[in-house]
């Protein structure tokens, strides 16, 4: 794997008995440490989303074999299971909260999980967790008015800059949906960097503003992940889940066809 190609890794809810809605995406605390484990053996070398970022604009080395540990939406799990594997070997990583999904100031409700408090996101930013923007409620950003999607973004960036006391400067997709308005309210809002799903390893080519990840499901083996992060056979692995991303991007299109006739109507 050459160094241009850094493997980005998506998590989401990391716990023994996640809830069914979460239950695919979520990895146990064993497998998690198992995994930690085997980048530490491997000698991958962490960094956070604003760190890669940093080095390819403007063009610093990177670490031997890098990688990127994130998460999305805000489980408590991370904090309670994942922190402690990260800590164990020393491990940076990047969490992406959707703030109104967080539990207390600025709750709207809509979860699927249980949810990461305030003081637990502070203490996890203590702990060198980056700590990114994943919209406010969580919804398809390329499927909102330009009024909503300007609100999803910049709320999120405004709550996590009060809470945190620092504008956060990376953000990750909900659903890993983006278009190239998106992108730009991204921009615009204030974000550097911001990543999306891709199931590839990421690239400087495609962009600060559309980084590949690939995602680590509770089917992940240990040998599939090994794989993952390796960069290999990374289309046979996702094979499915490319054929059903273009089918879907199709039909995604065709909503937003019918979005705009009708706001046009209006």
């Known amino acids: 794997m050459s160094a241009d190609r ?5 998590y989401h809810a990391v716990a023994d008995s996640p809830a069914r809605a979460t239950y ?14 085997l980048l530490a053996e491997r000698g991958f070398t962490p960094l956070t989303a604003e760190q890669l970022a940093a080095a390819w604009r403007t063009s610093a080395a990177l670490p031997p074999k890098p990688v ?28 992406f909260a959707s703030t109104g999904w967080l539990r207390g100031a600025h709750e709207t ?25 994943h919209s406010h409620t969580h919804p398809q950003l390329d499927q909102l008015a330009d009024e909503q999607l300007w609100f999803e973004v910049q709320r999120c960036r405004e709550i ?31 974000f550097s960097v911001s990543l999306a799903v891709g199931n590839t ?3 400087r080519p495609q962009g600060p503003y559309a980084l590949e990840r ?11 992940f090994e794989r993952l992060v390796e960069g290999r056979a990374l ?14 991007a199709i039909y995604r299109r065709t909503r937003q066809v019918v979005r705009k006739a009708s706001e046009a109507r209006v």
């Open 235 to 248: 289309g046979r692995l996702f094979v499915r889940d490319r054929t059903l991303t273009k089918g879907y």
């Open 160 to 190: 996590l800059a009060g809470e945190l006391g620092r504008a956060p400067v990376s953000f990750a997709y909900p659903y890993g949906y983006s278009d190239r308005r998106v992108r730009r309210t991204v921009r615009a809002a204030g």
């Open 6 to 10: 850094v493997p980005i890794l998506m």
């Open 68 to 95: 990127l540990i994130t998460f999305d939406d805000g489980y408590e799990g991370v904090h309670r299971h994942a922190l402690p594997a990260l800590a164990e070997h020393g491990f940076s990583a990047t969490l």
């Open 24 to 37: 695919g995406l979520s990895v146990s605390p064993d497998s998690f440490a198992g995994q930690m484990r």
């Open 201 to 203: 390893l990421a690239a």
């Open 109 to 133: 409700g809509g979860a699927l999980d249980l949810m990461l408090t305030w003081d637990q996101v502070r203490e996890l930013a203590a702990a060198g967790v980056e700590i990114g923007g």
């Open 214 to 224: 690939v995602t680590v499901r509770r089917s992940t083996g240990l040998g599939e």
